[in-house]
């Protein structure tokens, strides 16, 4: 197993948060699944050893949604939580 999230950034209003991907293995049509959060981009790769960024910004950006957020690749066994972090 790897370890595929690196970090979470947030930004100014509206919310919004950077989740930064990184991948010992190659990592294959990466997806988020975090209901109420709209990820920038979906089902991307993550070569071995190279970092993503993304961005993911609630859908109603006046009542932002729990952070429940995961990311999985087709290629691995389980999703991953992604945890909050707080500048």
Do not use: K
Not at 31 to 41: F, K, S, T
Not at 52 to 67: E, Y
């Amino acid at each position: 197993r790897y370890p595929l999230v690196t970090g979470v950034q947030t930004c100014a209003l509206p919310i919004c948060y950077r989740v930064q991907l990184r991948s010992r293995a190659a990592a294959r049509c990466v997806h988020v699944l975090a209901e109420g959060w709209r990820a920038e981009r979906e089902f991307f790769d993550v070569p071995p050893g190279e970092e993503r960024s993304l961005w993911l910004r609630p859908t109603d950006a006046c009542h932002p949604p729990p952070w429940r957020v995961m990311v999985q690749a087709i290629n691995a066994s389980v999703p991953l939580n992604v945890p909050q972090v707080h500048p």
